[in-house]
């Protein structure tokens, strides 16, 4: 059987290396397909590309939908 779920791996905001500054970042909000990683900083301020309702974020990577 291979059933092993990686929800160990689901955390939705954490440290990690922002893919549109560069810069490594306390606060990164990172997609559960893909790991694009984007910080808090530049999420806001594209947030026009990633969000219009405030609770789900699509990946500009993968093109899936993220829960905030
Ligand atoms: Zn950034
Ligand atoms: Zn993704």
Known sequence: MNNKEKLIKKKRLSSGICDFCGREQPLCYI?????????????????????????????PNCQNWQTL
């Open 31 to 59: 997609c559960t397909n893909c790991d694009f990683t984007v910080c808090q900083e530049c999420f806001i301020e594209n947030q026009k590309i990633f969000t219009r309702t405030g609770v789900t974020w699509i990946c």
